[in-house]
């Protein structure tokens, strides 16, 4: 059988894990650029058996499984896969696995983002290359108010790090009820003033039909002028569009995203040429100890589907 490993960007996967395992069970062959299409997509991976997704870089709706006839197994990172048709898949006869994820490396680098946006330092790091002293003015984040879109697991490691910094802490998403709000130690409030009181918003909502769009034109409307936006979650959640209107008319003060509607980002992508912003390429779990979690966990998913006895199946 041949296993493609999909998006290896870093060309890192064979070295996270011990694929010894399926020695001589598998052919492997590491795909380190992302698809141009569907079709190229389809052409490069006809020819596959057992493909591991890294997240959401590849995308499987049902057009793309029906073109996959010798598919079998398709293994994710994670437990959740918004970019795969798990019904299209189980309609194709694809068993879909993940793997166990843990930690709180998404969380780290929204602090770095809003840090990075407080102070900014990517602008002043450029300054000192430039020979340049001392440029601009920098934000402090003591006794602001932080609000988190989302209190699920990284929003509540979010909020903690905000409680240290001695900020005032409030949150809303859909379902968020005052007491879970309370045993983090900050306040649900309702969804307009969340967005009117926050120095700095955070996104930590899943992606669904509820929350594609929910940080729209209206949303950035209510937000101060010199407010922080951060979005570490999923791009289709924020109107990206929207944010780079409202720093272009100085109605927002800076904007950080990790994640974009279509990644990897185009080159000439309006936000790449915004002011105010600091971008970083949807790197929340690319950390060594997150890939040295999650790739020995695809070999142990493929070689228990090669003996019949599949694990993590979603």
Known sequence: MRLSILDDYQGVALEMADWSPLRGRVEIAVEREAFADEDAAARR????????????????????????????????????????????????GILVCGTASGGFDTAELTWGLILGAARRIAEDHRAMREGLWQTRVGRRIEGKTLGILGLGRLGAAVARVGLAFTMKVIAWSPNLEASRAAEVGVERVEKDALFRLSDILTVHLVLGPRSRGLVGRNEIALMKKDAILVNTSRGPIVDTEAVIEALAAERLGYACFDVYDKEPLPEGHPLRRAKNVLLTPHIGYVTEENYRASYPQVVEDVAAFLDGKPIRVL
Request: charge should be positive; hydrophobic fraction near 50%; aromatic fraction near 2%.
């Open 45 to 92: 991976l006809a020819d596959s058996e057992i493909l591991l997704a890294m997240r959401e870089r590849t995308p499987f709706p049902k057009t793309l499984l029906a073109r996959l006839p010798k598919l079998k197994l398709l293994v994710t990172t994670g437990m959740r896969n918004a970019a795969i048709d798990l019904e299209a898949a189980r309609a194709c």
